[in-house]
């Protein structure tokens, strides 16, 4: 607290990041960083452009990876947002499109940066409970809402919702913005981009930090109605003309072209993250099955702080969560097979 502070400031409870940790030798199973490296064409488009451009703006639209995501996804240029990592872009979701008065409607265990952008930004966020499965239950989101957000797959469960969910939910709320947050969606779901051309109130979210392995570059993006993208960028551009440097829109756009390595290194991640499943059940875990870069798994007999503090010893870190419901589950990113096998040796030493 400080006399120097805007008042607003005493209250926010910011986001805290699962943590980067400076030693070497750890196998680090907690953000949900991609185990494989981007594609080679991405730092070859990078480093192609470490110039003297440099000195000048880059493109204050990045039209050219506007073009190329719209491209990619069938879509126009005018339903693409782009911004500074896919936080970024849900910010200005919140600012732009859910600030109407009432609650946001969000599951009770969903991704944790959501209510901090209602603290932000003043607006009451409406938790719903999950189902005893962990699943979100389409239904339940209804009734007055100023806007409906939640991660698909959901973010800590890894449980993916059909889009025919998604629908129930988009046809009961025909006069709320529903935002679909796909950061995982490339692990194994159906995007629900396809819908935008029926669901002017649909905004999809993506990011490249977790599929297309460029957490570092800071890269996000956004597909909807262009109205609904009108408002993002009246937003962005009254905060940041340029949250997208030179370096990022190229290497954006490379990371899209390359669809091979995408496609390989996604497929690489879905087989670990089965075979991990797998090793996770035979040593008495419960898994909840997962359509994600991770899964959330309780062990039948040991506490999860436990698990976690004993396998930080053995310098192998995952997230665990002290929320309700979920305490006694860590959250493990999927890793190369060596990594998993790692993590499955050191919790054989706990177990
Ligand atoms: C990782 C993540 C994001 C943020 O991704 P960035 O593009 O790196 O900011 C957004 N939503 C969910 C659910 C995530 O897990």
Redesign the pocket.
């Given at each position: 607290m400080s006399r120097f502070w805007s008042p607003f400031v005493n209250d926010l409870v910011p986001y805290v990041p699962g943590e980067q940790p400076k030693l070497d030798n750890l196998i680090k199973l907690n953000t949900?960083e991609n185990p494989y490296g981007p594609s080679p064409r991405v730092v070859e488009a990078i480093r192609a452009q470490l110039d003297d451009s440099l000195r000048l703006y880059p493109a204050p639209n990045a039209d050219q990876l506007k073009d190329t995501i719209a491209s990619y996804y069938g879509v126009t240029a005018a339903e693409v947002f782009v911004g500074n990592?896919?936080?970024?872009v849900?910010a200005h979701i919140f600012h732009a499109l859910f600030q109407h008065g009432k609650p946001v409607l969000m599951p009770d265990i969903s991704?944790s940066?959501y209510p901090v952008y209602c603290g932000l930004y003043g607006i009451e966020a409406q938790t719903l409970p999950l189902a005893e499965d962990f699943s979100i239950r389409p239904a339940d989101y209804r009734g007055e809402n100023g806007g409906i957000i939640f991660?698909n797959p959901n973010?800590p469960t890894g449980m993916l919702m059909p889009l025919a969910g998604i629908e129930q939910i988009l046809q009961a709320n025909p006069d709320s913005v529903v935002v679909v947050?796909e950061?995982?969606i490339d692990f194994g779901g159906e995007t629900a981009i396809a819908l935008v051309n029926r669901y002017p109130n649909l905004l999809v979210t993506q990011?490249?930090?977790?599929s297309r392995s460029l957490?570092g570059l800071?890269v996000?993006l956004a597909v909807g109605h262009a109205d609904l993208i009108e408002a993002l960028e009246r937003v962005k551009n009254s905060f940041n003309s340029y949250p997208l440097d030179r370096l990022a829109i190229v290497g954006a756009v490379a990371a899209f072209e390359d669809q091979a390595y995408f496609q390989q290194t996604c497929q690489a991640v879905i087989n670990s993250r089965d075979a991990l499943s797998q090793g996770l059940q035979e040593r008495g875990f419960q898994v909840l099955p997962s359509a994600a870069n991770f899964v959330l798994a309780r062990h039948g007999e040991r506490d999860a702080d436990e698990l976690a503090a004993g396998l930080r010893a053995q310098k192998v870190i995952v997230r665990h969560f002290r929320a309700p419901r979920i305490e006694q589950f860590l959250r493990i990113t999927v890793g190369t097979p060596e990594q998993n096998q790692a993590l499955l040796r050191a919790l054989d030493a706990l177990l």
């Open positions: 949900n990592g896919s936080d970024e849900l991704y940066f991660p973010a947050d950061a995982y990011t490249l930090s977790k957490a800071r996000g």
